[in-house]
């Protein structure tokens, strides 16, 4: 289990930085089909590899609209999480 949270944790470190414009974002690796289907990227999210000192781990690259280690969740406005007060 440990293993597995630093595996991934080491993965949306270095997506982050992939996604900030590092390296042209090169360091993305298409998953395979094995690991797709493991990953089960969901509502439009696409699987990615990278391949690290510790092995290759894999993330899911989640559409604007959702958010999640699997894309799971929809991104809600903030404008509605906190509503103004006198509302």
């Known amino acids: 289990m440990k293993i597995a949270l630093i595996l991934i944790s080491a993965a949306w470190m270095v997506c982050a930085t992939v996604e900030a414009g590092d390296n042209g ?8 089909a094995e690991e797709d289907q493991e990953m089960e990227c969901r509502n439009g999210g696409t699987c990615f590899a990278l391949e690290t000192d510790q092995g290759r ?3 899911c690259h989640c ?5 999640g280690v699997r894309c799971e969740y929809q991104k809600i406005d903030p404008d509605l999480q906190h509503p103004k ?3």
């Open 25 to 32: 974002g090169t360091h993305k690796l298409p998953c395979t």
């Open 63 to 67: 559409t604007s609209e959702f958010e």
């Open 85 to 87: 007060s006198g509302d």
């Open 57 to 59: 781990v894999r993330a």
